[in-house]
């Protein structure tokens, strides 16, 4: 065996040391408790391979421009990873050429939960490592209404009992495309076709017969049934809910530290299939992922980083520490006896991911002026207001 000198021994590790030298650089919008989490993985992964990670706490607003290639915040280090963004952020993101193309850095899956990874992709590539995930479910007060209603018969028979003196049985933001959305997928409606590589942005079924099956629907729970409020915004509906007002809504991840904190004794379901639906209620799911950026100059550690934080043992820790629902399956069933995970986890299994599209504001500003009409009055005509919409739509579409 030859000796190697002392001064090439040197050489050598203050090589390895000058590769080690640059700080990865991870940006995130998390706070609280999920911060915590992030710098604990952060140092868990120094510890491991020696690299040294820098976490930059940035407003979600800022960590969304920044990830469609915005502008970015003056005085923080360029991201190497972006921590928590959106999926239905990053098809503007690829366009852009923010985010690293899939390359001879590898950026492989580390969770066989096919659903949340698709929503990672982009043309069939793979940008992304799938995180959390969100999606709407229906939480009922069980001080009025006991045990979850399984069918459509119960809901109303529920709503109905506990719609009086002001009070109603269902609330949600019915002028909000993303609350409606899982009853216009039930009756068959879609936002866009399938392309050859992407979302077919020139079919869009939002005008559906179904599209107006759910709009009909809709309406007849304010002003035929009567169980639903018509101009209630996701905050107010969350108010009624916590005051007893409602006896059911349309609930988020995000609401359920409030719920949490005011000592309520509820439970979440999916709501049931709406009549005469072929399918499930279905609502959008909300993918936020971990991302590698274009101009990182450690693209194959930030990947290794980016698998870390991404693995089962880590979404379990996240959730855990703040409350988030884990992407992956088996994250959720490892957390299965927590009633929020298993809750909004069975919504995440049968929701629809929201589209991939360079333009959103485009899709929601028609939309969602279109959903307002259609609760506006009772029985307006819903072909004509929808159709118009869509064809706002694929006007703005066009290339």
């Known amino acids: 065996m030859k000796i190697r000198p002392a001064w090439c021994i040197g050489f050598i590790l203050a090589c390895l040391g000058s590769a080690r030298a640059d700080s990865l650089s991870v940006w995130s919008h998390f706070i609280g408790a999920d911060a915590g989490w992030l710098r ?29 290639g915005d502008e970015r915040p003056s005085g ?37 939960d096919a659903p949340t990874l698709e929503t990672m992709k982009i043309g069939g590539k793979l940008y992304g490592l799938p995180l959390t995930a969100e999606a709407v479910a229906l939480a009922y007060n069980r001080q009025l209404v006991r045990d979850a209603p399984r069918t459509w018969p119960a809901l109303m028979d529920a709503a109905r009992v506990n719609s009086w003196g002001g009070r ?9 495309p993303y609350m409606n959305y899982g009853l216009i997928s039930a009756y068959g409606g879609y936002v866009f076709g399938k392309g050859k590589s992407g979302p077919d942005v020139q ?14 629907l809709i309406n007849d729970l304010i002003y035929q049934d009567g169980v639903m409020h018509a101009a209630v915004d996701e905050g107010e509906a969350k108010r009624l809910f916590l005051t007893g007002k409602a006896a059911m809504f349309l609930a988020g991840p995000w609401d359920m530290g409030d719920l949490v904190q005011a000592g309520m004794d509820f439970g979440l379901a999916p709501l049931p299939r709406p009549p005469g639906a072929a399918r499930e209620w279905s609502p959008f799911v909300s993918v936020s992922g971990v991302y590698v950026s274009a101009d990182s100059t450690q693209k194959t550690v930030a990947a290794q980083f980016a698998r870390q934080l991404t693995g089962q043992e880590a979404q379990v820790a996240l959730a855990k520490a703040g409350g988030r629902i884990p992407a992956s399956r088996r994250a959720r069933a490892e957390l299965r006896n927590n009633p929020i995970v298993s809750g909004f986890g069975q919504v995440i299994g049968q929701g629809t991911p929201l589209p991939h599209i360079v333009n959103p504001d485009a899709l929601w500003q028609s939309w969602g002026e279109a959903m307002a009409a259609t609760v506006a009055v ?16 694929k006007s703005a579409f066009k290339p």
């Open 40 to 68: 604990a993985q952060a140092q868990t992964f120094s510890a491991r391979t020696g690299q040294q990670v820098s976490v930059h706490n940035v407003s979600f607003t800022a960590a969304v421009t920044s990830f469609m």
């Open 76 to 112: 923080v280090p360029a991201p190497d990873v972006f921590v928590g963004v959106p999926h239905d952020y990053l098809a503007l993101s690829v366009w852009r050429g923010v985010v690293a193309a899939p390359g001879p850095f590898k950026l492989t899956a580390t969770d066989d």
């Open 168 to 176: 109603s049985g269902l609330a949600w933001d019915t002028r909000n």
């Open 203 to 216: 079919d869009v079924g939002l005008a559906s017969a179904g599209a107006v099956k759910a709009a009909v």
């Open 378 to 393: 009772p029985r307006p005509d819903y072909s004509k207001i929808l159709s118009r919409a869509v064809d706002q739509m």
